[in-house]
C-alpha cells in the first residue's frame, strides 16, 4: 500500500488529476490528431531524404512537413507532434500529465506508421540509410547540440502557440514560423547531430530498422531541450525567481502561473505608477520654484518702479521748492 505521503507528492505533482480526460471523445480525437500530424512530419521528412537533395532539402521537407502537420492538428490537440514539445507543455503546465504520456505515445505510434510507410515504399534505401541520422562526432557535443537546437524549437513554439485567442491567419503564420524553426535547426546541427530535435522522428524508423544505436541522444537531447523552455517561458514572467518559487511552480497543485504573472503586472504597474508620481512631484516643485522665481522676479520689479517713482517725486518736490 502506497504511503500517504507519497500519495501526496503525486497529487501535488497533478499525475492523477487529469485521469478524467481519457473517458471524452475530444481526448481520443487530439491522440488521433497528434498521430496524424507526426506520420505527416515523419513521411514528408524521411521521404525527401530519398530525392537526393541533400541536407538543403531535407531540413525544407521536415520543416514543410512539421507546418502541414501542425496546422492540420493544431486546432485538434494543439499541434504538438513531437515529444520535447509536449514535455515542455508539461513543465509549463498547459497539458497534463496524463496527455503529455499518451501524446508522446501516439507521437512515438505515428513516427512507426510512416517509417513503415516509407520502408515498404523504398526497402532497398530505406535499409541501407536506416532512416536516421548518425552523428560522426562524440556523443557528448551530439547530446549539447540537440539539447540546444531542441530548446530553441521548443521556446519557438511556446512563444507562438501559449498564448489564447489567436485567429485562423495567427494559427497559420505560427505553423509557418515553427516549419522555418525547424528548417534552421537542422542546418544548424544536422552535420554535428543530424539535427532530429524530435525523439518520435529518431524513434520510429530506428524501431522499423532494428538500429538502436545512439539513439538514446536523439530522446534525452530533445527532451532535456523542451524542459528547459517550458521552464524558461514560464520563469521569464517573475522577477522574483528563487528556489521557493520554483519548487512551489512544480510542485503545487494550486498555483496559478496567470494569477503570478497578474501580480507581476500589477508590480510593475504600481511600480511605474510610483514613478510617474515622484516625477510629478518633481514637475510640480519644479514649477512652484519657476512661480516662485518669477514672483519674487516681479516684486523686485515692482520694488525697483516704487524706488524710481519715489525718487522722482523727490525730484519734482525739490523743483517746486526752487521755483
Not at 41 to 66: H, R
Not at 118 to 130: D, G, L, P, R
Not at 243 to 263: A, C, G
Not at 291 to 318: F, G, H, M, W
Amino acid at each position: 500500500m502506497m504511503s500517504e505521503s507519497k500519495c501526496n507528492f503525486l497529487v501535488k505533482l497533478r499525475i492523477w488529476s487529469s485521469l478524467q480526460d481519457i473517458t471524452t471523445r475530444n481526448f481520443w480525437t487530439a491522440l488521433f490528431a497528434e498521430c496524424c500530424g507526426t506520420f505527416i512530419l515523419v513521411f514528408i521528412g524521411l521521404g525527401a531524404c530519398y530525392s537526393n537533395g541533400g541536407l538543403v532539402g531535407a531540413a525544407l521537407a521536415f520543416g514543410l512537413g512539421g507546418s502541414i502537420g501542425i496546422y492540420v492538428s493544431g486546432p485538434i490537440s494543439g499541434g504538438n507532434i513531437n515529444p520535447a514539445v509536449s514535455i515542455g507543455l508539461l513543465i509549463a503546465r498547459q497539458i497534463s500529465f496524463i496527455r503529455c504520456m499518451l501524446y508522446m505515445l501516439f507521437q512515438v505510434i505515428g513516427a512507426l506508421l510512416a517509417a513503415k510507410c516509407i520502408s515498404i515504399m523504398t526497402y532497398e534505401t530505406f535499409n541501407k540509410t536506416h532512416g536516421i541520422s548518425h552523428p560522426s562526432v562524440p556523443w557528448d557535443k551530439a547530446l549539447f547540440c540537440e539539447i540546444v537546437i531542441s530548446f530553441i524549437l521548443v521556446f519557438t513554439v511556446m512563444r507562438m502557440c501559449v498564448e489564447k485567442s489567436r485567429s485562423e491567419v495567427e494559427r497559420g503564420l505560427a505553423a509557418l514560423l515553427i516549419g522555418i524553426s525547424i528548417v534552421v535547426g537542422i542546418l544548424c546541427g544536422g552535420n554535428i547531430s543530424g539535427g532530429s530535435m524530435n525523439p518520435a522522428r529518431t524513434l520510429g524508423p530506428a524501431i522499423v530498422n532494428n538500429k538502436l544505436n545512439n539513439v538514446w541522444i536523439y530522446i534525452a537531447g530533445p527532451l532535456i531541450g523542451g524542459i528547459l523552455a517550458g521552464l524558461v517561458q514560464q520563469l521569464l514572467f517573475t522577477s522574483e525567481l528563487s528556489k521557493d518559487y520554483l519548487f512551489d511552480y512544480l510542485t503545487n497543485p494550486k498555483f496559478n502561473m496567470e494569477e503570478e504573472y497578474k501580480k507581476y503586472e500589477e508590480r510593475k504597474r504600481y511600480e511605474e505608477f510610483k514613478k510617474m508620481e515622484e516625477r510629478k512631484k518633481y514637475e510640480e516643485f519644479k514649477k512652484y520654484q519657476e512661480c516662485k522665481n518669477y514672483a519674487e522676479s516681479l516684486e523686485a520689479k515692482a520694488d525697483s518702479v516704487k524706488t524710481s517713482r519715489s525718487e522722482e517725486k523727490v525730484k519734482l518736490t525739490d523743483m517746486a521748492e526752487l521755483c
